[in-house]
């Protein structure tokens, strides 16, 4: 089965310098090397969907600039469909500014650019693509409005929803965000929805009840090296993390994402959609980029084959 994916959110392109260490607050850092690589969450997540095996078209906003060519070039590239990609008047392609340090973490600044132009009521034209999706994936780096009403088209034609809530943004209580088929957060998220401290799996659980009473469907916490969560009408599942040599953690959680929702659609199991996404996850994290270390399917297959025989 081939699943048919629809992503509505950010393309960005990624300013990349890696550094010893990441600034403190006054203090300059000397980078020791910088490169540009398409990202944006919404981005990443098609790419990640489409290289799993999944026919992706990409709902979003890019600047009439080279940096937004080399975007959907990408994309294009990724077997990603951008017929509902559109070009905007005076304003920049979003841009995300990402320091690395030794140790492979990051620091991120975004600045939206022409992402805040995607709004509800420019979306209007392409909700018929979620009619004819299996899942549809969304993020926070976009206007809340195109967001909610993504959501409500697929609730209306009973197709599944998958909610990034990345990054983090104050939400009304009454909000049909927290009613998505699927939400994921990372422990930080996690945290900042729930007011819990979530350092473990054992916290991550906790929070993850708080997100399923809210509305949620399935409830999914990432955690780095310490693996992923998952909360649900089903149980708990506890997956952990691949261990590999950390070399950018940059879209490690948008492949992950990307990973378990086409497999969960393949497979309707939890349990394999985050055994998936946490190889796919760690192949990611393994080279440096966003889109440009995102792994296929096969690569994914033949680790978990190696990691959980």
């Known amino acids: 089965m081939k699943?048919?994916?629809?992503?509505?959110?950010?393309?960005?392109?990624?300013?990349?310098?890696?550094?010893s260490h990441r600034p403190q607050?006054?203090?300059?850092?000397i980078g020791l090397n910088h490169q540009f690589f398409s990202g944006g969450?919404?981005?990443?997540?098609?790419?990640a969907a489409s290289h799993m095996g999944a026919g992706v078209s990409m709902v979003g906003c890019i600047g009439n600039d080279y940096l937004g060519e080399i975007v959907?070039?990408?994309?294009?590239?990724?077997g990603v469909s951008i017929s509902a990609v559109r070009h905007v008047e005076n304003k920049p392609t979003g841009a995300a500014f990402i320091s690395i340090d030794k140790d492979g973490e990051n620091s991120i600044i975004v600045s939206p650019g022409a992402n805040v132009s995607l709004t509800g009521d420019t979306i209007i034209p392409f909700l018929s693509l979620i009619e004819?999706?299996?899942?549809?994936?969304?993020?926070?780096?976009?206007?809340?409005?195109?967001?909610?009403?993504a959501i409500s088209r697929a609730k209306e034609q009973g197709i599944v929803s998958l909610l990034n809530l990345a990054p983090c943004l104050p939400i009304p209580d009454e909000s049909i965000l927290w009613k998505s088929t699927i939400i994921t957060v990372n422990e930080i998220e996690a945290a900042y929805y729930t007011g819990l401290d979530v350092r473990n799996q054992e916290d991550a659980e906790?929070?993850?009840r708080e997100l399923v009473k809210r509305g949620a469907g399935i409830a999914i916490i990432t955690l780095?090296?310490?693996?992923?969560?998952?909360?649900?009408?089903?149980?708990?599942?506890?997956?952990?993390?691949?261990?590999?040599?950390?070399?950018?953690?940059?879209?490690?959680?948008?492949?992950?994402?990307?990973?378990?929702?086409?497999?969960?659609?393949?497979?309707?199991?939890?349990?394999?959609?985050?055994?998936?996404?946490?190889?796919?996850?760690?192949?990611?994290?393994?080279?440096?980029?966003a889109q440009s270390s995102i792994p296929g399917e096969k690569a994914v297959r033949s680790l978990i084959e190696e990691t959980f025989a």
């Open 224 to 289: 780095g090296d310490m693996g992923s969560v998952s909360i649900s009408e089903e149980g708990v599942h506890r997956q952990k993390a691949v261990k590999v040599d950390v070399v950018d953690t940059t879209a490690a959680g948008d492949t992950y994402i990307g990973a378990f929702g086409v497999e969960w659609i393949r497979t309707k199991s939890i349990e394999a959609a985050m055994k998936f996404g946490s190889a796919a996850a760690a192949l990611a994290v393994s080279k440096m980029g």
């Open 206 to 208: 906790k929070a993850g």
């Open 3 to 19: 699943p048919n994916a629809v992503i509505i959110g950010s393309l960005n392109i990624d300013i990349v310098v890696l550094c």
């Open 72 to 78: 959907t070039a990408n994309l294009k590239k990724s």
């Open 132 to 149: 004819s999706s299996d899942i549809l994936f969304l993020q926070c780096e976009v206007p809340v409005s195109a967001t909610e009403k």
């Open 25 to 29: 607050p006054g203090e300059t850092v």
């Open 41 to 47: 969450k919404g981005g990443n997540q098609a790419v």
